[in-house]
């Protein structure tokens, strides 16, 4: 038997609560409110009847309902109907669905950058995640853990990619010009001269890109641009980390989206990526399934090399396995319904298209009542966001005085603006862009 | 071909029990069986979407306002809340004095995940003391963090009991402030829990030494076919630890809900009594925030459509209690293929004694196979198990529990023969 003190329970448990507990509690400090989540909060609350949600990049129809796109719900209504594919809610493997990995690395290598040959030669490392966040975050711990702790990120940027960074094994991150506030530009000679001037510490570093859409200016380099931009990249030896969470709202066309990827895949001017290219793609906003977590991450590895991918992918699961075992099935039999059923995949661009259709309209509309150049340039202004430039007093201003809500680097999410919201919406900004830009 | 950065990453062997999976698949036997992965099979060995579910399913794809837009970080309340009421009881003093802090996770996994990358941002030098034997992905979601793990006594494989000093005095010489991973129910691997007076003993101890608990809660009601009977002991820890330390919960749905590849479970921080309301609502918020970041760091938000069915169940009368009956349903077809199965051995006359099968709770045996009878089980018999002698019993059915006993006698036969020789 075990010889132990006895004290009574309640003199223990005062002890403990002076000695262990206080302490545990008063270490924990408040994080700050996720910047855009929060304010979704502040607007359920607000009693005033015109209010506008602007800040989350959700996409809504033009009576602002989030509707699911014609082509997810005959996909949902053949997994319903179809007993086979929804009566087994089963573990899918660490790495997702077969079927999911090979219809989308078909949609994304083969249709998407016309590049068979990258899965002909077996040359990339697939992994099923949740959504875009995911896929950042399974990129961010594998690179951190093997490839390099530094990345550098556009300024401005997603707010969350920081977090997952900083989160996922990067002591800290390099923002790279990307957004003259003055001018509303890309700031393009400043972004070259930044990654030219980075000290080099020995490693390849990381620098993550958006695709297209960029969030949250909605300013996109120009193709001209790009290809400066990504030749670069290629002379410093970077490793492009792709962030494509809009694939289709630049233009409407899915396809033609991609041609970043395209542009760093050309061989001719860019034979070989030493450390690979690193995608991360997200089903949440051309397929509207958001909270159904659906995406994917793709390392193309430098060159075709079987034993290499083996060991890649059995990293990939030992980081997956250390999170959250296996990924959500629901979201991907859809997604995998959709993309292997030909008809549906068909009506699918076109949901797509008319998506976007719409909020070019909207930008035409708001251009006709506030004349503002840049809301209808397309070259370079894409997708869900119109970022106004407004500072916070601003902001604040259009949030207390109209119950307008952007977020507070004033983004403005297009999806919720509609023939019923856009006179008043666009009296609001016109009033509050005279004050001053404090 | 040039070297990269990329030549230097080690090839790691496939993970145990997908690996099993993997293998199980690729077998072109007819006749094979998987006894590996813990997911629940029904009596012709197939998946078995509950009732429940698919009445919560109609429900769902019936209500108008259906869509997939983004859940909170911290998940569906309709699910954290439902979820807490299951697992602390409708009575429970913590959830009436609002002690609890709960977000939705991906699943048991995640919300471990959580629970490590918390512990390693606040209190990285606390030791994380696991049962040994445990869960095989325990110690890798936990040192993935950084934390340093530590095993405590469990299993006594001389008498297949708990081995209640060799735990108690871990729980002595373990520096104050370590973390103890309590499996709530149904042990995995060994299906051996602690009785009600050694739940007592253990939980009073980890008070006194000041200890944190983190009950890992994966097989709730599916243990007994009873909720309650089955989170006896985290209703126990909360209330002995009430006054002393706050109590750390994951919890699952993949197996008692059967959303195992939908990724549905909390986790829950159950807080001690505090001394005013004003600290209570400020630290639950401190600590809400930061599994926020946590969240939002790796998923975002968690998947919705699992959390539906789940929330949609818990919070209707009507859909619990045939949910209750569906558990039923499980754990006494369990059971029944348990006592089969020991009575085959005991009939084949198997050397060796089999009673533990019986006595044994949840989806698992730890049968007492060696490693060199499982590898002959699958290369003779193409009947998988993980190398540890556990055995899914979910996976037995009447259509080939007697194929599964006789191949077992004869491996343990094979083996026992040739150390005589
Ligand atoms: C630039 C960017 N990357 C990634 C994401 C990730 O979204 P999700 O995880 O929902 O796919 C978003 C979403 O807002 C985004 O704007
Ligand atoms: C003890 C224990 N904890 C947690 C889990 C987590 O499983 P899941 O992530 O599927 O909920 C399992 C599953 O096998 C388990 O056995």
């Given at each position: 038997?075990?010889?132990?003190?006895?004290r009574?329970?309640?003199?223990?448990?005062?002890?403990?609560?002076?000695?262990s507990?206080?302490?545990?509690?008063?270490?924990?400090?408040?994080?700050?409110?996720?910047?855009?989540?929060?304010?979704t909060?502040?607007?359920n609350?607000?009693?005033?009847?015109k209010?506008?949600?602007?800040?989350?990049?959700?996409?809504q129809d033009a009576?602002?309902?989030?509707?699911?796109?014609?082509?997810?719900?005959?996909?949902?209504?053949?997994?319903?109907?179809d007993?086979?594919?929804?009566?087994?809610?089963?573990?899918?493997?660490?790495?997702?669905?077969?079927?999911?990995?090979?219809?989308?690395m078909?949609?994304?290598?083969?249709?998407?950058?016309?590049?068979?040959?990258?899965?002909e030669?077996?040359?990339?490392?697939?992994?099923?995640?949740?959504?875009?966040?995911?896929?950042v975050?399974?990129?961010?711990?594998?690179?951190?853990?093997?490839?390099?702790n530094e990345?550098s990120?556009?300024?401005?940027?997603?707010?969350?990619h920081?977090?997952?960074?900083?989160?996922?094994g990067?002591?800290?991150v390099?923002?790279y010009?990307?957004?003259d506030?003055?001018?509303?530009?890309i700031?393009?000679?400043n972004?070259?001269?930044?990654?030219?001037?980075?000290?080099?510490?020995?490693?390849?570093?990381?620098?993550?890109?958006?695709?297209?859409?960029?969030?949250?200016?909605?300013?996109?380099?120009?193709?001209?641009?790009?290809?400066?931009i990504?030749?670069?990249i290629?002379?410093?030896?970077m490793?492009?980390?792709?962030?494509?969470?809009?694939?289709?709202?630049?233009?409407?066309?899915l396809?033609e989206?991609a041609?970043?990827?395209?542009?760093?895949?050309?061989?001719?001017?860019?034979p070989?990526?030493?450390?690979?290219?690193f995608?991360?793609q997200?089903?949440?906003k051309?397929?509207?399934?958001?909270?159904?977590?659906?995406?994917?991450l793709?390392?193309?590895?430098?060159?075709?090399?079987?034993?290499?991918k083996?060991?890649?992918?059995?990293?990939?699961?030992r980081?997956?396995?250390?999170?959250?075992?296996?990924?959500?099935g629901?979201g991907s039999?859809?997604a995998?319904?959709?993309?292997?059923?030909?008809?549906?995949?068909?009506?699918?661009?076109?949901?797509?298209?008319?998506?976007?259709?719409?909020?070019?309209?909207?930008?035409?509309?708001?251009?006709?009542?506030?004349?503002?150049p840049?809301?209808?340039?397309?070259?370079?202004?894409?997708?869900?966001?119109?970022?106004?430039?407004?500072?916070?007093?601003?902001?604040?201003?259009l949030?207390t005085?109209?119950?307008?809500?952007?977020t507070?680097?004033?983004?403005?999410?297009?999806?919720?603006?509609?023939?019923?919201?856009?006179?008043?919406?666009?009296?609001?900004?016109?009033?509050?862009?005279?004050?001053?830009r404090? | 071909?040039?070297?990269?950065?990329f030549?230097?990453?080690?090839?790691?062997p496939?993970?145990?029990?997908?690996?099993?999976?993997?293998?199980?698949?690729?077998?072109?036997?007819?006749?094979k069986?998987?006894l590996?992965?813990?997911?629940?099979?029904?009596?012709q060995g197939?998946?078995?979407?509950?009732?429940?579910?698919?009445?919560a399913?109609?429900?769902?794809?019936?209500?108008?306002?259906?869509?997939?837009?983004?859940?909170?970080?911290?998940?569906?309340?309709a699910?954290?809340s439902?979820?807490?009421?299951?697992?602390?009881?409708p009575?429970?003093?913590?959830?009436?004095?609002?002690?609890?802090?709960?977000?939705?996770?991906?699943?048991?996994?995640?919300a471990?995940?959580i629970?490590?990358?918390?512990?390693?941002?606040?209190?990285p030098e606390?030791?994380?003391?696991?049962?040994?034997?445990?869960?095989?992905?325990?110690?890798?979601?936990?040192?993935?963090?950084?934390?340093?793990?530590?095993t405590?006594?469990?299993?006594?494989?001389?008498t297949?009991?708990?081995?209640?000093?060799?735990?108690?005095r871990?729980?002595?010489v373990?520096?104050?402030?370590?973390?103890?991973?309590?499996h709530?129910?149904?042990?995995?691997?060994?299906?051996?829990?602690?009785?009600?007076?050694?739940?007592?003993?253990?939980?009073?101890?980890?008070?006194?030494k000041?200890?944190?608990?983190?009950?890992?809660?994966?097989?709730?009601?599916?243990?007994?076919?009873?909720l309650?009977?089955?989170?006896?002991?985290?209703?126990?820890?909360v209330e002995?630890?009430k006054?002393?330390?706050?109590?750390?919960?994951?919890?699952?749905?993949?197996?008692?809900?059967?959303m195992?590849?939908?990724?549905?479970g909390?986790?829950?921080?159950?807080?001690?009594?505090?001394?005013t309301?004003?600290?209570?609502?400020?630290v639950?918020?401190?600590?809400?925030?930061?599994l926020?970041?946590i969240?939002?760091?790796?998923?975002?938000?968690?998947?919705?459509?699992?959390?539906?069915?789940?929330?949609?169940?818990?919070?209707?009368?009507?859909?619990?209690?045939?949910?209750?009956?569906?558990?039923?349903?499980?754990?006494?077809?369990?059971?029944?293929?348990?006592?089969?199965l020991?009575?085959r051995?005991?009939?084949?006359?198997?050397?060796?004694?089999?009673?533990?099968?019986?006595?044994?709770?949840?989806m698992?045996?730890?049968?007492?196979?060696?490693?060199?009878?499982?590898?002959?089980?699958?290369?003779?018999?193409?009947i998988?198990?993980?190398s540890?002698?556990?055995?899914?019993?979910a996976?037995?059915?009447?259509?080939?529990?007697?194929?599964?006993?006789?191949?077992?006698?004869?491996?343990?036969?094979?083996?026992?023969?040739?150390?005589?020789?």
């Amino acid at each position: 038997m075990l010889l132990i003190r006895h004290r009574s329970l309640a003199e223990t448990a005062k002890i403990i609560h002076q000695r262990s507990f206080t302490s545990l509690v008063e270490k924990v400090p408040l994080a700050p409110a996720d910047k855009i989540l929060g304010l979704t909060a502040f607007y359920n609350r607000d009693p005033n009847p015109k209010k506008i949600n602007l800040t989350v990049g959700v996409y809504q129809d033009a009576w602002g309902k989030v509707t699911t796109f014609p082509s997810v719900a005959k996909s949902q209504k053949l997994i319903d109907n179809d007993l086979l594919l929804n009566k087994n809610l089963s573990y899918l493997p660490i790495t997702g669905c077969k079927d999911f990995e090979t219809n989308v690395m078909n949609f994304l290598f083969k249709e998407s950058m016309h590049h068979p040959e990258l899965i002909e030669q077996d040359r990339i490392s697939f992994i099923q995640t949740l959504s875009g966040t995911g896929a950042v975050a399974i990129a961010a711990s594998f690179l951190s853990t093997f490839i390099t702790n530094e990345i550098s990120v556009p300024n401005y940027s997603w707010a969350n990619h920081t977090n997952i960074f900083t989160k996922n094994g990067f002591p800290s991150v390099d923002y790279y010009p990307y957004y003259d506030r003055k001018t509303g530009q890309i700031d393009f000679q400043n972004w070259i001269n930044h990654l030219k001037n980075l000290p080099f510490l020995g490693k390849p570093r990381g620098i993550l890109l958006h695709a297209s859409c960029h969030n949250p200016t909605g300013l996109d380099p120009t193709r001209q641009q790009w290809e400066k931009i990504i030749d670069t990249i290629y002379e410093l030896k970077m490793i492009p980390v792709i962030d494509m969470a809009y694939q289709g709202l630049e233009t409407g066309n899915l396809i033609e989206d991609a041609h970043l990827l395209r542009l760093c895949l050309n061989t001719d001017k860019y034979p070989h990526w030493n450390n690979g290219i690193f995608l991360c793609q997200s089903f949440a906003k051309n397929m509207g399934l958001y909270g159904e977590r659906v995406g994917s991450l793709s390392i193309v590895l430098p060159e075709a090399d079987s034993q290499l991918k083996e060991r890649v992918n059995s990293q990939l699961k030992r980081i997956v396995r250390g999170i959250y075992s296996s990924p959500p099935g629901y979201g991907s039999r859809i997604a995998n319904v959709l993309l292997s059923t030909p008809n549906l995949k068909k009506q699918w661009f076109k949901d797509v298209k008319s998506m976007v259709e719409r909020l070019q309209s909207v930008r035409l509309a708001m251009f006709e009542r506030l004349n503002w150049p840049d809301l209808i340039n397309k070259e370079s202004n894409h997708g869900m966001f119109y970022f106004t430039r407004f500072s916070e007093g601003q902001v604040n201003e259009l949030r207390t005085k109209y119950g307008i809500y952007l977020t507070l680097d004033g983004r403005l999410s297009l999806s919720g603006v509609n023939n019923y919201n856009v006179d008043y919406l666009c009296e609001a900004l016109q009033n509050v862009s005279k004050l001053a830009r404090a | 071909m040039s070297r990269t950065i990329f030549n230097t990453i080690e090839l790691l062997p496939p993970d145990a029990l997908f690996g099993i999976k993997q293998r199980y698949n690729a077998d072109e036997r007819k006749d094979k069986v998987d006894l590996g992965i813990g997911a629940y099979r029904d009596n012709q060995g197939k998946p078995w979407v509950l009732p429940s579910v698919k009445s919560a399913e109609l429900a769902i794809h019936a209500d108008p306002n259906y869509n997939h837009e983004y859940l909170n970080i911290t998940g569906l309340n309709a699910l954290t809340s439902g979820a807490a009421n299951i697992i602390f009881g409708p009575d429970s003093d913590a959830i009436k004095n609002e002690r609890i802090v709960s977000t939705q996770s991906i699943s048991g996994t995640g919300a471990l995940h959580i629970a490590a990358k918390f512990l390693s941002k606040f209190f990285p030098e606390r030791k994380i003391y696991l049962s040994d034997p445990t869960w095989a992905n325990h110690q890798a979601i936990f040192q993935a963090q950084g934390l340093v793990t530590n095993t405590y006594p469990y299993w006594d494989n001389e008498t297949k009991s708990l081995d209640l000093n060799g735990f108690e005095r871990s729980i002595e010489v373990a520096p104050e402030g370590s973390v103890f991973v309590l499996h709530a129910c149904a042990h995995n691997p060994t299906g051996l829990d602690p009785t009600k007076e050694q739940w007592e003993t253990i939980l009073e101890r980890i008070a006194y030494k000041g200890h944190l608990a983190l009950f890992d809660s994966a097989y709730q009601g599916f243990a007994s076919g009873d909720l309650n009977k089955d989170a006896y002991s985290i209703r126990l820890g909360v209330e002995k630890l009430k006054r002393v330390a706050p109590i750390l919960v994951c919890q699952s749905f993949a197996k008692n809900v059967g959303m195992y590849g939908e990724r549905v479970g909390c986790f829950h921080i159950v807080l001690p009594e505090q001394d005013t309301k004003e600290e209570l609502t400020t630290v639950k918020k401190a600590l809400s925030s930061q599994l926020s970041k946590i969240i939002r760091s790796e998923v975002s938000n968690p998947p919705a459509y699992g959390a539906k069915i789940v929330a949609t169940i818990l919070n209707s009368d009507e859909l619990r209690a045939q949910w209750y009956k569906d558990m039923i349903t499980m754990s006494s077809r369990i059971m029944e293929m348990r006592v089969t199965l020991r009575d085959r051995l005991n009939e084949l006359g198997t050397p060796g004694t089999w009673d533990h099968i019986v006595e044994q709770t949840g989806m698992f045996s730890f049968t007492g196979l060696t490693s060199e009878m499982v590898a002959r089980l699958e290369k003779e018999h193409s009947i998988y198990m993980v190398s540890s002698g556990r055995a899914s019993i979910a996976g037995l059915n009447k259509l080939n529990v007697d194929r599964v006993a006789q191949s077992i006698d004869e491996v343990v036969r094979h083996f026992t023969n040739e150390s005589k020789l």
